[in-house]
């Protein structure tokens, strides 16, 4: 039995993995916990699969899931907090921006009973643009979702066994960790470290990325954008109608003399743009829905640390 189970999920991370492990155990051993590494590879280019099976062979507290192509992120750690088996399970990445050192703080407000630690980082060293676009992206999402999410607050995070077992009982397949942990609740505590750079590699979220990640996020937790996109249409409706009937007014006392071409075609191009966004957001819950009903894993395994062997010649 072991009590903790650090999940790492790793994207072509070859440079920076084995520094990273090191760094873990030795944050790791003084505490006197037993501890299980699960390594999550998912579908690197590079040879990180390659560094995987050398830590798994050469530290028997190492465990792997390699997939079979880039399933993002979020399969990641779904995939590792499946392999966990300890009664405490830590989530964080592998470019050592989640410094290991913070770890036996973490098990110490774990064994105050909280059931999630968060540590979030401050933005130090971050670019001024990405600052200030997330703590808009932040306040947006508070505006529009049920469940609450803290600027900072990635995921690197301790759960309880209590806490990983309900996050894996959720079927939902477009998975959006940040909603579902605050989702599910229990106590939870949180502190601040200080941002540090990547360590080697380069980061994987460019801006591209990072907008799809925000609209997931937006739409992902519930309806409001389909009830504001009602909510303006109901508004243009009522000042269409009461425009209508000042025309109306003005045509029985003064007669007709308006041309109304400007008013027509401003009408027309406002009404139309509104229409598209809001087709464009029910088309995006229709496709949630077609994604959901279809069922599909949230990924594909090509190799772990018990199949590795099979794949090796018995003789050598
Ligand atoms: N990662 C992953 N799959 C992906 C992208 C990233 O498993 O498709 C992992 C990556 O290896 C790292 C963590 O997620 O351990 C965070 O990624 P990254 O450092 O690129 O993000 P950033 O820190 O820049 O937000
Ligand atoms: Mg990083």
Request: with cysteine; charged share 25%; glycine share 10%.
């Amino acid at each position: 039995m072991v009590h903790l189970s650090v999940v790492v999920p790793c994207f072509d991370e070859s440079e920076v993995i084995d520094t990273f492990h090191t760094a873990l155990v030795a944050a790791l051993e003084p505490t006197g916990t037993t501890f299980e590494v699960a390594y999550v590879d998912d579908g690197s280019g590079d040879r990180t699969v390659d560094r995987l099976r050398y830590l798994a062979a050469t530290d028997g507290r190492v465990r792997y899931t390699s997939f079979s192509r880039n399933f993002g992120k979020e399969s990641a750690l779904l995939a590792g907090m499946r392999m966990a088996r300890g009664e405490v399970v830590v989530l964080m990445d592998a470019d050592l921006q989640h410094p290991p050192a913070l770890l036996p703080r973490m098990l110490e407000l774990r064994r105050h009973g909280y059931d999630q630690v968060i540590a979030r980082r401050d933005r130090t060293g971050e670019g001024a643009t990405r600052t200030v676009l997330s703590r808009a992206y932040y306040r947006l999402v508070r505006r529009f979702m049920d469940v609450e999410i803290v600027d900072g607050a990635g995921d690197f995070r301790l759960l309880s066994r209590r806490a990983v077992d309900s996050l894996l009982s959720l079927p939902e397949s477009n998975r959006f960790s940040k909603g579902l942990f605050s989702w599910i609740g229990f106590d939870t505590v949180s502190f601040t470290y200080e941002n540090v750079e990547r360590a080697a590699g380069r980061s994987k979220w460019g801006g591209r990325r990072l907008l799809d990640y925000g609209i997931d996020g937006l739409l992902s937790f519930n309806s409001r954008p389909l009830r504001l996109a009602i909510h303006t249409g109901l508004w243009l409706f009522l000042s269409a109608f009461v425009y209508a009937l000042w025309i109306i007014a003005n045509a029985l006392l003064d007669g007709v003399d308006t041309p109304g071409y400007a008013t027509l075609i401003t009408a027309i191009v406002g009404l139309s743009g509104i229409q598209l966004a809001t087709l464009g957001v029910i088309g995006e819950y229709v496709g949630r829905i077609y994604h959901e009903v279809k069922r599909r894993p949230h990924y594909v395994v090509r190799e772990t640390d018990r199949t590795a062997g099979l794949h090796r010649d018995p003789g050598d």
